[in-house]
């Protein structure tokens, strides 16, 4: 069974930098594409990034677009999102999971539904103004 570990989140000063990390023991991530999703307190959890399989294709969200890159390591099965400029409202517990599809300009779905147990703990971040 897949088993998604997030790592790298903290609690950074506005106008800091944080890199986050997406692991899975148990599947390969490098078959599919990835995104990375936030769950603020109270909201729902929204994707801000996406990448292909291959990492040639990215999508982000408005709010992260110029600030957040997504990358990934396929050697080592690992994708990151590095978060600068990071502001309170970037605030939330990050997850990442693999996506339906991506498409440069269509916002990307989670291939896991909601309350699917394959969802990771998350990774919480936490922008002080």
């Known amino acids: 069974q897949v088993q998604v570990l997030e790592s790298g989140g903290g609690l950074v000063e506005s106008g800091g930098s944080l890199r986050l990390s997406c692991e899975a023991s148990?599947?390969?991530?490098?078959?599919?594409?990835i995104g990375w999703f936030r769950q603020a307190p109270g909201k729902e959890r929204d994707v801000v990034a996406g990448?292909?399989?291959?990492?040639?294709?990215?999508w982000y969200e408005d709010s992260v677009k110029g600030r957040f890159t997504i990358s990934r390591d396929r050697a080592k099965d690992v994708v990151y999102l590095q978060m600068n400029s990071l502001k309170p409202e970037d605030s939330g517990v990050y997850y990442c999971?693999?996506?339906?599809?991506?498409?440069?300009?269509?916002?990307?779905?989670?291939?896991?539904?909601?309350?699917?147990?394959?969802w990771g703990q998350g990774t919480q971040v936490v922008v002080s103004s």
């Open positions: 999971a693999p996506l339906l599809a991506l498409y440069s300009n269509s916002q990307p779905r989670a291939a896991w539904e909601r309350e699917s147990v394959y």
């Open positions: 148990g599947h390969t991530f490098n078959n599919h594409a």
């Open positions: 990448i292909s399989y291959s990492g040639t294709l990215t």
